[in-house]
Antibody, heavy 120, light 111 residues
Framework: QVQLVQSGAEVKQPGASVKVSCKAS????????LTWVRQAPGQGLEWMGW????????KSAEKLQGRVTMTTDTSTTTAYMELRSLRSDDTAVYYC?????????????WGQGTQVIVSS | QSVLTQPPSASGTPGQRVTISCSGS????????VDWYQQLPGTAPKLLIY???QRPSGVPDRFSGSKSGTSASLSISGLQSEDEADYYC????????????FGGGTKLTVL
């Protein structure tokens, strides 16, 4: 069965970086892209970016450009999202989801979420 | 403020039909398909509708989606208490900086 398993919760200081992993299984990794979505406490969903599982092509949200890097490791079927220069308003639950990127099929499987807290 | 506009709240009684709207523009809904997600408290979002009106396997046919022009809507018929959740529309935006976009979300209360 399709599974996306994310890394554990992180607590970071302002200005630091965080790297969240998303281990995919149960489907051909290179046949689907992955989308990163975050949700600040009590807020709605925010699209962060998308990466192709086939060639690593990425598209990130304008407001995060320059601070976010998305990568994949096809040998371990794992995707990574690194966010740099963390600020307090980056405190959120971060999700990876299969699909998106303008795909007709939507984001059909989601990781369990990774809590990132940015605090001094 | 979200590019896609949803009402912040909606409500209905058990058995009723509720419709949630999602308004966008020519560069997003007007050009691309719309998906809908349900999020129960403390859980990851769940895909309810993709491609404007398609239901993934396992989603009850009480849930339906439609799109017209630059707006989309999600309808829930035969409302049940377990439908109380947050609902989000999403699509792709083809403007200069483009990318995925979500509506602000609608909190559905079953009275």
């Amino acid at each position: 069965q399709v599974q996306l398993v994310q890394s554990g919760a992180e607590v970071k200081q302002p200005g630091a970086s965080v790297k969240v992993s998303c281990k995919a299984s149960g489907y051909p990794f290179t046949s689907y892209g992955l989308t990163w979505v975050r949700q600040a406490p009590g807020q709605g969903l925010e699209w962060m970016g998308w990466i192709s599982g086939y060639n690593g092509k990425t598209k990130s949200a304008e407001k995060l450009q320059g601070r976010v890097t998305m990568t994949t490791d096809t040998s371990t079927t794992t995707a990574y999202m690194e966010l740099r220069s963390l600020r307090s308003d980056d405190t959120a639950v971060y999700y990876c989801a299969r699909g998106g990127g303008g795909s007709y099929l939507g984001m059909d499987y989601w990781g369990q979420g990774t809590q990132v807290i940015v605090s001094s | 403020q979200s590019v896609l506009t949803q009402p912040p709240s909606a409500s209905g009684t058990p058995g009723q039909r509720v419709t949630i709207s999602c308004s966008g523009s020519n560069s997003n809904i007007g050009t691309n398909t719309v998906d809908w997600y349900q999020q129960l408290p403390g859980t990851a979002p769940k895909l309810l509708i993709y491609g404007n009106n398609q239901r993934p396997s396992g989603v009850p046919d009480r849930f339906s989606g439609s799109k017209s022009g630059t707006s989309a809507s999600l309808s829930i018929s035969g409302l049940q208490s377990e439908d109380e959740a947050d609902y989000y529309c999403t699509t792709w935006d083809d403007s200069l900086n483009g990318g995925g976009i979500f509506g602000g979300g609608t909190k559905l209360t079953v009275l």
